[in-house]
């Protein structure tokens, strides 16, 4: 009876544990698919929020082109559109020189320090493929002092007869030996220098490195002064104030004048624009004002390359004597062309 008993328990057994797997398996595919129900939700949610971000952007957009549209209906206000352009793409073009500008100083740096870090290393890497080269002829001289010898040993080998062959025979063989072991050691240690050779000949150049907090600071004065070249160029009349004003703000926000005043600016901002680049001098006068923004620059620690702004801010004007007057403006705290961003790190 015990043992009916067993058996009937047994078989009644392995479906339950059949049923548990089952349970267990609906149990983890359950939690599988509430986490990625939960993903599928989070992305929809994401999805809806850059949805509403660009509608947003779109939504401003056209109001921006509706605005533009009712000024340009305004036979009063389409010269004002028209300097408001024309400052903002004066404001684009400084900061596009500025940009330019550090980005050359910064090439001309790196290469130069590059261009000095690979001479030193092919200079050590040629000492060093000599030093071994020397070794190699060296050991290859030993090698042929061997084999000269044992070839010496070999020939008074043969030519010995008699007695003096049955009593020698053994030392002689025994010096061969020697000899032939020296010369395996010789040519074994002259392929290792031979490896070593081609291992420093095919050696990899060094990684390039970043600028040094001195140099960065150096390249960073030369922007400064380059910025304070353009800003004394568009000082006349406001130009670069204004063109400042015109990066900043929308169209609309300044009423430039009469439509008789607004050909005096277009007017203004062509003259000068075409006059930037006509100095023979620029390299000299921006090393001289460099290094007079050097003299007064302070910076918040020693590992910033920026100055402080307040520290900067007396802006140069520089002639063939020499410094011609000083005037105060802040062109990097108040971000004249994005200096900011412009200046190395």
């Known amino acids: 009876m015990t043992s009916l008993t067993a058996i009937f328990r047994n078989s009644h057994e392995k479906p ?4 548990s797997d089952k349970l267990l398996q609906l149990y983890w595919n359950r939690a599988e698919l509430k986490k990625e129900f939960d993903e599928l939700r989070d992305e929809q949610f994401n999805l809806k929020d850059r949805i ?7 939504a401003r957009a056209q109001q921006k082109l509706d605005f533009l549209e009712q000024l340009l209906l305004d036979p009063d206000s389409i010269y004002n559109v028209i300097i408001y352009y024309q400052l903002r793409y004066l404001n684009r073009s400084c900061q596009s020189k500025l940009e330019n500008f550090a980005e050359q100083l910064k090439q001309q740096r790196e290469q130069k320090q590059n261009s000095q870090k690979l001479r030193t290393w092919n200079e050590d890497r040629a000492r060093e493929a000599a030093a071994v080269e020397i070794k190699v002829g060296e050991k290859r001289m030993q090698v042929q002092l061997l084999e000269d010898r044992l070839q010496a040993e070999q020939h008074r080998l043969s030519t010995m007869s008699g007695l003096f062959h049955f009593f020698r025979h053994r030392s002689l063989t025994a010096s061969l030996h020697s000899i032939a072991e020296s010369i395996a050691v010789a040519q074994h240690e002259e ?10 000949r095919n050696r990899e150049p060094p990684e390039t490195e970043g600028l040094a907090i001195p140099t960065k600071r150096l390249i960073n004065f030369m922007i400064l002064a380059f910025a304070q070249q353009l800003y004394l160029h568009f000082s006349e009349d ?5 063109a400042k004003e015109a990066g900043e703000k929308s169209v609309g926000a300044r009423n430039y004048g009469s439509k008789q005043e607004c050909d005096k600016i277009i007017a203004r901002v062509k003259k000068r624009c075409d006059s930037l680049n006509k100095s023979t001098e620029l390299a000299d006068i921006l090393q001289k004002r460099a290094k007079l923004i050097a003299d007064n620059a302070q910076f918040r620690s ?3 390359a920026v100055p402080v702004s307040s520290s900067v801010s007396t802006v140069f004007a520089i002639g063939a004597g020499g410094v011609k007057r000083q005037m105060d403006a802040d062109l990097l705290g108040e971000k004249y062309w994005d200096l900011d961003n412009i200046l190395s790190r």
């Not at 509403?52 to 952007?57: R, W």
């Open 52 to 58: 509403k971000h660009y509608e947003g952007v779109a």
């Open 16 to 19: 339950d544990e059949e049923e």
């Open 302 to 304: 020693e590992d910033d």
């Open 238 to 242: 406001d130009l670069a104030d204004m």
């Open 191 to 200: 392929q290792a220098l031979l490896l070593r050779y081609d291992e420093i």
